[in-house]
């Protein structure tokens, strides 16, 4: 089932179009096939200052580890958001220790930011990184 999705988002936008774009245009029957949840950074921070302040953490914990791929945009976007970078940190943990695929993008390496925790940006390096 990924590789059917990850070969629809290369006949989607091969030429470098915006993964946000490729991913909203998957046709329903990859959709089906596969829970995949899509988050930029921005949207995670957001709903997970609101789950926290309204006591609900735990069902953004849960509708992240139930995705079968989780797809995060825009790390660059959680500088010097601490607590949102810790978060995601034992997010990443946990879909890890279940062996869930999680698609993180940034424009360059998280390291290269100031800002972001020494943890959470050497937790990014973990998987293959490729220039697009």
Known sequence: MVIHLAKRLQEIAPNGKSFKRA????????????????????????????????????TLREKIQNASIWIL???????????????????????????????LTCIKRPSEFSGMRDDFSSRCLSGITLPL
Do not use: C, G, W
């Open 23 to 58: 991913t909203s245009s998957v046709d329903q029957d990859v959709q089906d096939s596969v829970d995949v949840l899509y988050m930029s950074s921005d949207d995670f921070h957001r709903e997970y200052t609101e789950t926290v302040a309204a006591d609900v953490l735990q």
């Open 73 to 103: 945009e825009d790390l660059q976007h959680l500088q010097n958001k601490r607590t949102s970078q810790e978060e995601l940190a034992l997010r990443i943990e946990a879909r890890t220790l279940t062996e869930k695929p999680t698609l």
